[in-house]
């Protein structure tokens, strides 16, 4: 069964896109962060502070192996770390996968986090002022990972919902979702 991937920084679009590319699909949807939340009974947020990142990033792995293994098609909406630990890119490549890099601008990302970074644990010790700094340096260590994807789409100055039509069509091309 084929799984659909959306890579991406945090702030790319992957989760709002991944909830239109599902209607459109009908595939299963799965959030990675909400998925490891149920696992662990805490938010995200809770298990950063009370475990630590290693702790996070080590059920991140356990629970990315799982998704790749059920037997039906699904969107995999992955963290945006996700393909930088372990060896997860090198499964998601081995697997039926098809896998999306939302690639976003520096820009773009500052817009969209300084409004909600205080909410994400790896940015809420940031000021605005730093925020641009972090996201460029965590850009230049993760952009070798996420352009190991099949594909990348260029999200800036672009709705969530068209993001998911140029998924959907890439999709269609390669035979994973019939033409309509």
Do not use: W
Not at 24 to 43: H, M, V, W, Y
Not at 58 to 65: Q, R
């Amino acid at each position: 069964m084929k799984k659909v991937i959306l890579a991406g920084y945090m702030g790319s679009g992957k989760s709002a896109t991944a909830q239109i590319l599902q209607q459109i699909t009908g595939f299963e949807l799965i959030n990675l962060d909400r998925l490891i939340e149920q696992k662990a009974g805490l938010s995200v947020n809770d298990i950063f502070k009370k475990k630590g990142e290693m702790y996070f990033r080590k059920l991140e792995h356990e629970s990315l192996k799982d998704c790749l293994v059920l037997d039906q098609n699904a969107i995999l909406d992955l963290g945006g770390g996700t393909p930088c630990y372990y060896n997860n890119m090198k499964l998601i490549l081995a697997s039926d996968t098809i896998s999306f890099y939302l690639k976003t601008s520096i820009a773009t990302l500052q817009s969209r986090l300084d409004r909600e970074h205080f909410s994400r644990p790896l940015l809420k010790n940031c000021s605005s002022l730093e925020l641009t700094e972090f996201i460029a340096k965590h850009l230049f260590e993760r952009r070798p990972y996420y352009e190991m994807c099949n594909h990348t789409v260029t999200t800036d100055d672009k709705s969530p919902a068209l993001i998911a039509d140029a998924i959907a069509s890439i999709l269609r091309e390669e035979g994973v979702i019939p033409v309509s």
